[in-house]
Every structure is written in C-alpha cells, then in structure tokens.
C-alpha cells in the first residue's frame, strides 16, 4: 500500500510536514484536538429541549421583554433569563423562566456578576 506524501501543516506560517490525516505537523498536533465540540451540530444550550422550553415561554410572554413591561416599556424580547439563576438554586421551570430583551438581559447579567464577586449572592 503506497504511502501519504507529506503535505504543508495546516497551522498559519508553517513550514513544516505532515502526513497525517489531520493536517497538522508534530509541533502543532495540538491543534488537532476536538475541544469539547459535539459532532450533533447546534446543540447550543441543551439542545432541542431547551429551544422548545425557550419558543414556549417566549409565546407565553406574548415576545415583550417582562422587565421592560414591568415598568411601562414595550420592548420585543429575544432571549429568555431565569428569574433566579441557576447558581442561586434556581431551575428550568417555566415558572422561573422569563423572556427579556438583550439591553436588559445584558443589565440583569451584570448586576449578578457583581452581586457574586462582592459575596452579596443573596441566599439565605
């Protein structure tokens, strides 16, 4: 059986060969790696459950941003957050579930992270 000619690395700027079939040369091999990465494409946050949980609430939320609407706002949303996140002990409930719009999801992410790194998590 005849043998593989070696070709060009596939790592940006090398020089060096490499007959293998991932395309990268022994001192990129690592490159090679699959980090984690599913061949099931577009799994994303949990897949086909989460995106049915996630197009439900969002039509239960008639698509307006909650915290938007809360104080008189009407703004589309199109995300979904959890009312109390998941660190806090909250779950994937509908009824923990709300949709959001990205300005306050974004908001609402960050005040958590801040809340988290000066200990204030607000557990009992």
Same mark, same amino acid.
């Given at each position: 059986?005849?043998?593989?000619?070696?070709?060009?690395?596939?790592?940006?700027?090398?020089?060096?060969?490499?007959? $293998?079939?991932?395309?990268?040369?022994?001192?990129?091999?690592?490159? $090679?790696?699959?980090?984690?990465?599913?061949?099931?494409?577009?799994?994303? /946050?949990?897949? /086909?459950?989460?995106?049915?949980?996630?197009? $439900?609430?969002?039509?239960?939320?008639?698509?307006?941003?909650?915290?938007?609407?809360?104080?008189? /706002?009407? &703004?589309?949303? &199109?995300?979904?957050?959890?009312?109390?996140?998941?660190?806090?002990?909250?779950?994937?409930?509908?009824?923990?579930?709300?949709?959001?719009?990205?300005?306050?999801?974004?908001?609402? &992410?960050?005040?958590?992270?801040?809340?988290?790194?000066?200990g204030d998590l607000g557990r009992p």
């Amino acid at each position: 059986m005849p043998i593989k000619p070696p070709r060009p690395c596939k790592a940006p700027m090398c020089g060096g060969k490499t007959a $293998a079939s991932h395309g990268y040369c022994e001192a990129h091999v690592d490159r $090679a790696i699959n980090w984690g990465k599913s061949k099931r494409g577009g799994q994303g /946050r949990g897949g /086909r459950p989460w995106r049915r949980l996630r197009n $439900a609430i969002l039509k239960r939320d008639r698509y307006l941003c909650q915290p938007c609407e809360r104080v008189n /706002r009407i &703004t589309p949303a &199109t995300e979904v957050d959890h009312i109390v996140g998941k660190a806090q002990g909250g779950t994937d409930a509908p009824d923990n579930l709300e949709a959001i719009c990205k300005v306050c999801h974004q908001a609402k &992410t960050a005040s958590e992270a801040l809340a988290a790194r000066s200990g204030d998590l607000g557990r009992p």
